[in-house]
């Protein structure tokens, strides 16, 4: 977004309640904003304003079909993913794995299964 920043803490709330609701996350929402995110979750407790957390972030885009068609074009050619199409907490190493599940089941599927492979290269 390119508005100008707020004035006061009550326009800064009001917009961080309208982001918010459009399902930016608060490292999205303080960067517009002007301030840390810190802040803008202690404003969300004190507003009662729900923010959307990575995953729900996550889903809203791989539902999104040109995000889904980037996944599976990086799938088919085998090229290095994106980073911001890939969860950072994927291990480089499992980056291409995530996209093939992610491109054939879907974001949750894929993320169960490189947290099982994760835990099963942990046990061994």
Same mark, same amino acid.
């Given at each position: #977004?390119?508005? @100008? *920043? =707020?004035? $006061?803490?009550?326009? +800064?709330?009001?917009? #961080?309640?309208? #982001?918010?609701?459009?399902?930016?996350?608060?490292?999205? /929402?303080? *960067?517009? /904003?002007?301030? $840390? =995110? +810190?802040?803008?979750? &202690?404003?969300? &407790?004190?507003?009662?304003?729900?923010? =959307? %957390?990575? $995953?729900?972030?996550?889903? *809203?885009?791989?539902?999104? =079909? +040109?995000?889904?068609?980037?996944?599976?074009?990086? %799938?088919?050619v085998g090229r290095p993913p994106r980073s911001d199409l890939v969860p950072r907490w994927v291990p480089a190493d499992l980056k291409g794995e995530y996209i093939d599940f992610a491109v054939l089941y879907g974001e949750e599927c894929?993320? %169960? *299964? /490189?947290?099982? #492979?994760? +835990?099963? @290269?942990?046990?061994?």
């Amino acid at each position: #977004m390119t508005r @100008a *920043r =707020p004035k $006061s803490t009550l326009e +800064a709330i009001a917009r #961080m309640t309208e #982001m918010a609701q459009a399902g930016a996350l608060a490292v999205e /929402i303080a *960067r517009d /904003i002007g301030v $840390s =995110p +810190a802040c803008i979750i &202690k404003w969300a &407790k004190r507003a009662d304003v729900r923010l =959307p %957390s990575r $995953s729900e972030a996550q889903q *809203r885009r791989c539902a999104d =079909p +040109a995000v889904r068609a980037q996944l599976a074009e990086a %799938s088919r050619v085998g090229r290095p993913p994106r980073s911001d199409l890939v969860p950072r907490w994927v291990p480089a190493d499992l980056k291409g794995e995530y996209i093939d599940f992610a491109v054939l089941y879907g974001e949750e599927c894929a993320a %169960s *299964r /490189i947290r099982q #492979m994760k +835990a099963e @290269a942990l046990a061994c």
